[in-house]
DNA sequence: CGTGGAATCTTGTCAATGGAAAGATTGAAG
DNA sequence: CTTCAATCTTTCCATTGACAAGATTCCACG
């Protein structure tokens, strides 16, 4: 075994995600994340500083693949329903990125990095709700439906998540109630 | 000081759910709430078994007051958009039970009492749903209705819990986004 | 080539925690 | 008054997060 042990960062992310996804945030241990990864105790310390760096580090990332997830739904021409779809299928792909993202207990107030990613991943949102809205004039007010559009497809990704909704589809589902929400772009 | 506090399962639930709220679900010691109480340290092992114990009471009191608040909403007829409101108001006045409510992996597996809070807090949704439902025959299935509901009011109230989201007055977004959702139920 | 500094990782330590065992105190029913 | 169950305490142990000090390796520059 190396004295270095090469990507370790990345390491530790992934069975950081793992772990937070299995058991819980409240549940991991930096201790036995590094035994997993087959370093010492301290070794984490030295690339996060301490357990809510890790926590931070894996948000930033969370924020970041979210913001690619839904970019791509949106530059592939599928409407505000389809980015919806694609919020959903990342909570349901990252599901330990996404628990970490949505609590800021666990974050360091001091992060630069986190603000960042989140407000990529906050324009990522806006733009696609921007298009739909843009096309119905009719439509009042746009920061109420930002605010619709992402507490519709948050709320539904977290109670799939959490087993409070029992669904045999859940993107399919997403798609009938955003649907139900954005009736205008059912038809697209 | 008495030997017997007296009411130390409900002082203790109390101080947990101020400490969720404040510091969330992974940062709270059942050392140190036994301290604010008083009391030692083994003392709430013998009321909660272990956290995960004490966490799942705390749960299963947030679904009962939970279906109290909507169900209260819901006979002082006001209708679906005021029972969203109700959810959403909820979570603001008891943001640590409703944190530790959707977040199964604090709760005891074996618990009986969860369940059953859980199933009547379900009702008191679907009641309300139905209610709405009934009244829109054309509205072909009231189960994505009853999920388009719950997941818009419950993820409004998460992003603004965690401060995803920053708006002045929680219940009038509340409102106005649920009119979005169901307009025929905000000229009641 | 080789050397000095920076990055990475280890060992050892400390206070705090959750949990369990064993016992003390109290209330209540008979 | 006695006995029994409920409630709480004291004591102990393994584990954890964090930190300090030191060891090892890599790399850039001469």
Do not use: C
């Amino acid at each position: 075994m190396a004295y270095h042990h090469g990507d370790l960062r990345r390491t530790l992310m992934a069975a950081a995600a793992d772990a937070v996804a299995e058991s819980g945030a409240a549940a991991i241990s930096l201790r036995e994340l590094a035994r997993r990864a087959g370093v010492s105790n301290a070794a984490p310390t030295h690339h996060f500083g301490d357990k809510a760096g890790l926590l931070t580090a894996l948000a930033a990332e969370g924020y970041d693949l979210l913001a690619d997830t839904v970019t791509g739904a949106r530059l592939s021409g599928g409407g505000i329903v389809e980015m919806g779809v694609a919020y959903v299928r990342f909570a349901m792909e990252h599901p330990g990125h996404f628990e970490v993202m949505f609590h800021p207990a666990l974050h360091r107030a001091d992060d630069e990095e986190l603000p960042a990613a989140r407000a990529r991943a906050g324009d990522a949102l806006a733009a696609g709700v921007a298009e739909y809205v843009g096309r119905r004039p009719e439509e009042g007010d746009a920061e109420t439906a930002r605010i619709a559009a992402w507490s519709l497809v948050h709320g539904h990704a977290t109670l799939v998540l959490t087993g409070a909704v029992r669904t045999g589809d859940p993107q399919a589902r997403t798609r009938a109630i955003a649907r139900l929400l954005f009736p205008e772009d059912a038809a697209r």
